[in-house]
């Protein structure tokens, strides 16, 4: 029976969701799975309710927010893929000695397609002494727009994802300051689904976090070159020199987990910056939101690399 995954949006640091279906990981399992795209990122759980899909990928704090608002949704992480926060800070400076009081009496562009980033950064503001309502925020614009307001001079600093942060780089038109990743885990993307589905499914759940498994073992072996020409296809806008550089920079700020073990620091830490901007109101525990008996049955089995 084909199970219908529903992916979130298209990113670069989604690379290893991709990677699993252009490495063949889940014909591998024996599983047939479908990609899916959502209407719109915040519409990816609705799927899983109505029947839209089985499975989706998502931030954690979709989940947060959907248990927030009916404690007796049956939503639930299975398996971790990005286990700390793929964001970066660019200055029109350079900036190698970067700490987050540099961000007072600057002009700060933030991510405004998805509400993660922010939180974390105002998180991180917060736990360094300095209130999020202090800074200064240009008016809500998407990270291209943002892009073009840095080369104008028109910002001081903005909030990207890749490929936007490599592409500013090699034009000169940015510095990085920040790579968020290193503030180390901050749960950011898991294989989610419905608490029914793997109590009526369980093998094809475990089939899909082995998928993954395996596929994490490829990534970590090889370089982000390698990664890059295998998930072309996925990303065709991106130049395989561009996706290549951005590939090798996740892996080497651990963006990416090495196995699917959702981690409890992430997820916390997560939850934690959501309390503090009120955008749930619930200090939920770690097994509120994730089901890990099939991570950690599959990293016991220890399958090769896919």
Known sequence: MPVTLIENFRAAFYAPFYAAFALGAYKSEDVDVRLEMSAAADKTL???????????WGGPMRLMRALDENPKSDLVG??????????????????????????????????????????????DLRLAGIDPAAIRRAPARSMGENLELLRAGKVDVIQVFEPLA??????????????????????YTTLNTTRSFLERDPDTALRMTRAIYRTQKWIAAHD???????????????????????CNGYKESGVWNT????QRAG?????????????????????????MRFAEQVIRESPPSI
């Open 46 to 56: 609705t799927g899983l309710l109505t029947g839209t899909g089985n499975v989706s």
């Open 78 to 123: 299975f398996c971790e893929v990005v286990g700390r926060d793929p964001f970066y800070l660019l200055g029109c400076k350079p900036n190698v000695d970067f700490r987050m009081n540099d961000l007072a009496g600057k002009t700060l562009a933030v991510v405004s397609e998805v509400p993660t980033p922010w939180y974390c950064l105002q998180h």
């Open 166 to 187: 490599q592409k500013a780089v090699d034009q000169g038109i940015g510095h990085i300051w920040h790579a968020a990743a290193s503030r180390g885990p901050a749960s």
């Open 224 to 246: 982000g070159r390698e990664l890059a020409e295998a998930i072309a296809s996925y990303l065709p806008d991106i130049t395989l020199k561009t996706l290549a550089a951005c």
């Open 259 to 262: 196995n699917p073990i959702q």
């Open 267 to 291: 997820l916390e830490w997560l939850r934690d910056a959501m309390l503090a901007c009120n955008a749930i109101r619930t200090k939920f525990a770690y097994e509120d939101l994730a089901d």
